[in-house]
């Protein structure tokens, strides 16, 4: 599949999950600015085309790209997809959500963070904000995945 193939099927699949939510955009739909000042900041040929933006109250945020992840908490750090080896949820959030939530069907929509797991034995925490765009993030990353083999 090519990039525009990748950036069209993520794309409806991200509108089905409900995005736009509150912090989480498609990437066509952020203003000139922010796209301008985050283009200038990567190689956009190794990044490939941007789709989702995933925001967190907190002010992190992650972008989704066809061939790419850049990831915004204390500094930009880009992953590539093919090096994504796996999610979990990390046991903190995991205590945390069994607190805040008794009921383990409704738990998954309490979580905010996901750890990022690479084939290089390395790992990366995520911010993502509560329900729908914990939910859609985890579920159109496994559809990336699946779409780049």
Request: one cysteine or more; a positive charge.
């Amino acid at each position: 599949m090519t990039d525009l193939e990748i950036k069209n099927n993520i794309s409806e699949k991200a509108v089905e999950y409900g995005i736009p939510t509150e912090y989480s955009f498609l990437y066509d739909d952020l203003s000139n600015n922010f796209k301008k000042e985050f283009e200038s900041n990567i190689d956009q040929s190794k990044f490939g085309i941007p789709i989702i933006k995933f925001g967190h109250p907190n002010g992190n945020w992650l972008i989704v790209g066809t061939k790419k992840l850049a990831i915004k908490s204390e500094k930009l750090c880009l992953i590539g997809i093919e090096q994504i080896k796996g999610f979990e949820v990390p046991k903190s959030e995991s205590k945390k959500a069994k607190q805040n939530q008794p009921d383990r069907m409704i738990r998954k929509f309490e979580y905010e963070v996901l750890t990022i797991n690479n084939h290089n034995r390395n790992s990366i925490d995520v911010w993502l904000n509560k329900k729908v765009d914990y939910y859609g993030f985890w579920h159109i990353m496994i559809r990336l995945l699946n779409l780049k083999k």
